[in-house]
Nanobody, 117 residues
Framework: QVQLVESGGGLVQPGGSLRLSCAASGIIFNIYTMAWYRQAPGKQRELVATLTSGGTTNYADSVKGRFTISRDNAKNTMYLQMNSLKPEDTAVYYC???????????WGQGTQVTVSS
């Protein structure tokens, strides 16, 4: 079965950095666009960044210039490098394999990121 397992969350001070990982299994990882989402308390889940199989990236305006999405296809792993973190980045971060015409979408279980002094 398909599994997406996030790790790397935690508590960090404003201005700090974290790197999230998403380990995928049960899918042909290197052919799919992958994405990171986040959900803050009381808010809707929002798209943070996407990365296509060809390496094209897209970011939410709120994280442009601070976050970097990447992938290591040999390890079936996606990353989110988060720098210059702000309190408003506090959320549960989710790994997502979006649905396509030929395959369903999948979510990871999420990892908590808290930015606070």
């Amino acid at each position: 079965q398909v599994q997406l397992v996030e790790s790397g969350g935690g508590l960090v001070q404003p201005g700090g950095s974290l790197r999230l990982s998403c380990a995928a299994s049960g899918i042909i990882f290197n052919i799919y666009t992958m994405a990171w989402y986040r959900q803050a308390p009381g808010k809707q889940r929002e798209l943070v960044a996407t990365l296509t199989s060809g390496g094209t990236t897209n970011y939410a305006d709120s994280v442009k210039g601070r976050f970097t999405i990447s992938r290591d296809n040999a390890k079936n792993t996606m990353y989110l490098q988060m720098n210059s973190l702000k309190p408003e980045d506090t959320a549960v971060y989710y790994c997502r394999k979006p649905s396509t015409l030929y395959s369903p979408g999948y979510w990871g279980q999420g990892t908590q990121v808290t930015v606070s002094s």
